[in-house]
Structures are given as C-alpha cells and as structure tokens.
C-alpha cells in the first residue's frame, strides 16, 4: 500500500520560510516524478513545484526563486524549502507522486503565514 505522509507544515511570519518533508513507502521512489501541490481556501488546487526521475525541476511562477523541490531516493523522501513566504502561500501543501497509470497523494500539510 503506497503512503505519503508529509509533515513540516505550521504557521509562520511573512518573510520566514519553512521546510516541508513528504515520506513515501510502499513504491518504487525512485521511478516517480514528485511534485508538491497545494490549495487554499476557496481555490482549485495548483501545482507547486515537479522533481522528475532524473532531478529535473519546475516551478510555478508565483513561487520561483523562493522555493526549492529536492528528492533524497536513499530516505524515499522528497522537500519542499519555502523562503520568503507571504500570507498568499496559506494553503494546505499535498506531496504527490506520479508515473504512467499511477498517481498517488498524501493527506496534506497546512501552511499558515500571517503576522
């Protein structure tokens, strides 16, 4: 039974960061893309950052050069360094993990930035 279980989550200042974890078991890690997704209230959920197989990376532009997705496939564990945050990255961050005909998603974490 594939799992994700992310943690990391918590309410944090305007301009503090925050790094998010999301551990994976029951799959191959390392044949995944992993990708952090969140959604806020009264939002569609939107995707946040992608790590491919191979360590390739993209972003959303609303979060590029203040977050960065990493992959350790010896821990199964893929990060989420969020930098700079403001109160319009308040959501809840879901880790997901996706290859061809599988897509599997954690419960999520909440992110809460305010003063």
């Known amino acids: 039974q594939v799992q994700l279980v992310e943690s990391g989550g918590g309410l944090v200042q305007p301009g503090g960061s925050l790094r998010l974890s999301c551990a994976a078991s029951?799959?191959?890690?390392?044949?995944?893309?992993m990708s952090w997704y969140r959604q806020a209230p009264g939002k569609q959920r939107e995707l946040v950052a992608r790590?491919?197989?191979?360590?390739?990376?993209n972003y959303a532009d609303a979060v590029k050069g203040r977050f960065t997705i990493s992959r350790d496939n010896a821990k199964n564990t893929v990060y989420l360094q969020m930098n700079s945050l403001n109160p319009e990255d308040t959501a809840i961050y879901y880790c997901?993990?996706?290859?061809?005909?599988?897509?599997?998603w954690g419960q999520g974490t909440q992110v809460t930035v305010s003063s």
């Open positions: 997901n993990a996706a290859k061809i005909l599988y897509n599997h």
């Open positions: 790590i491919t197989k191979d360590n390739s990376t």
């Open positions: 029951g799959l191959v890690f390392s044949f995944y893309a």
